[in-house]
């Protein structure tokens, strides 16, 4: 009898101390985000002298949804400082639509972002939303984009801009789909045709980035001809599983494929963020919220490594 109880009482005590440590860890991964950091290479469109190299410094932010690191986003600018980008890329969903208190904080950020360096910015699922239901959210997003792009902000709206990168040329889009793209169960198949209709092709001669919310298809954006595609969107799966990945999208899709991470095919590269907030599902486990960092770096022979 001594002996089961001992037993029973250890049993116990572990479940207590694992169940603490998985709550400590669902705290600690929503209050913190680290920097994941990339380096790409890439043959230089321009195709000039031997053995030259150029290094362009980006970082990507993805998928904020109003949250605040430190007061003002104080925390997320140093992160960003440190990386001392070039350029600062911004994938969408700064913002959630069901919650108009966020757009104070996302252009509290985009204030400081624009004192950095220059940046781009393509809309997510709820920016675009707000757009297009105007019954729903009136002129909210009229508003709100107007102030971001008073910051000085380029706004890329299914729209591309060509940007000498360190003398590189390098095209930047940012791509809208189809709302039914997004929907939650028998979303609407991507077709390159859809693509070209929002932002036609990419320019010859120049490195193509793009910036498009989900990375769900990423294989059209590949074979459309974007050399490097930068997405969220699915918030790392929300739950990290050790050598399989992310467990369920907010859509309620198991096991994501573009999850959160580096995807090569051939020469084209997907970057997807695991994001920096949370919204409906407020949960992460195992999942880090992340600032993404990418060192992309252009050389002047068509071989060349391509490492992470």
Known sequence: MKIRKNIKEAALAAITAGSLSVVMELRRELSEFLIRRYRICVPDPRGIGQDSQTTVK???????HGKRYGTGNQELIRAVKHEKPDYILVGGDLVTRSNPKTDAIALELIRQLVKICPVYLANGNH???MRICTEEYGDRYEKYMAAVQEAGVHVLESASEEVSMKGVPVQISGLE???????????QKLQIQDVRDAIGEPKEGCYQILLAHTPVFMPVYQKWGADM????????GIIGLPGIGGLITPQAVLFPKYAGGIYREGKHVGIVSRGLGTHTVNLRFCNPAELVSVSLEFHSCENVDNPV
């Not at 789909?177 to 979303?187: D, G, I, Q």
């Not at 595609?229 to 790392?236: E, K, M, R, Y």
């Open 58 to 64: 980006l970082v990507f932010l993805s998928d904020l």
């Open 127 to 129: 920016e675009q939303k």
């Open 177 to 187: 789909l189809p709302v039914k793209c997004y929907a939650r169960f028998f979303a």
């Open 229 to 236: 595609t930068l997405s969220g969107h699915l918030h790392g």
